[in-house]
């Protein structure tokens, strides 16, 4: 029988970029497609993962066509955590890579202070102006427990909702208040906070160190 078919051409050429610009949760990276393969390039960026060989399958950016020089921007990443990066070029006759590059991202160093046992009274005398009706003063008792030395900020608790797996709708599905929201994302209440783009959560530029509000609690 006659072979028909017609051998694929050349996948592009590249190379990977250092990675600069590490946060606690993201990072900048790039390429320089070096050859096209002869025909256009449909799409290009960077693909990363905790394993060595990251590809098209796992994270990726996609920042446009064309060959030559591009700079892509991860996100969504975690805390203290190594991950291999490489660019990618993908034409008609498949997909190049350059070389990996293995990165880590910062650590968030939540300094803990330990609260010691203890009780208190909560709630407000009846002649407190502006006092709500269920703020009858009653005694408290607190084990001992651990907390941040300081408020958190909208960098870490952006990171706890991606190392949690909270969704778009800001819900705890494992823990044991499946149906409560924790967080709405930040143009639902005020500016700055965090929003959910892209199926992570981050903070909002310019107010990555600021503190998170509107933190829902359940009852």
């Not at 017609?6 to 050429?13: D, H, N, T």
């Not at 203890?118 to 009706?133: D, Q």
Request: proline share 5%; glycine share 12%.
């Amino acid at each position: 029988d006659d072979d028909t078919s017609i051998p694929a051409g050349p996948e592009p050429e590249l190379t990977t970029t250092a990675v600069t610009d590490i946060t606690q949760l993201g990072a900048k990276c790039g390429g320089n497609i070096t050859s096209a393969g002869g025909i256009n390039i449909t799409e290009r960026g960077v693909c990363w993962s905790k394993g060595p060989t990251p590809t098209i399958a796992d994270s990726r950016t996609n920042d446009g066509d064309g060959a030559g020089t591009f700079t892509s921007e991860m996100n969504g990443l975690i805390p203290s955590t190594t991950y291999y990066v490489r660019s990618y070029a993908t034409n008609t006759n498949g997909t190049g890579y350059g070389a990996a590059i293995m990165f880590q991202t910062l650590s968030l160093d939540v300094t803990m202070v330990s609260i010691p046992a203890g009780g208190f009274v909560m709630g407000s005398p009846l002649s407190e102006v502006g006092r709500n009706t269920n703020e009858i003063k009653h005694s408290v008792t607190l084990s001992a427990f651990r907390m941040s030395k300081f408020e958190i900020t909208n960098t870490e608790f952006a990171s706890f909702l991606n190392t949690q797996n909270i969704g778009a709708d800001g819900r705890y599905a494992s823990g044991i208040y499946p149906t409560q929201t924790l967080i709405y994302v930040s143009s639902f209440y005020t500016v700055g906070g965090v929003d959910y783009t892209l199926g992570y959560w981050a903070p909002v530029k310019g107010y990555e160190n600021q503190p998170e509000n509107n933190v829902k609690t359940v009852s």
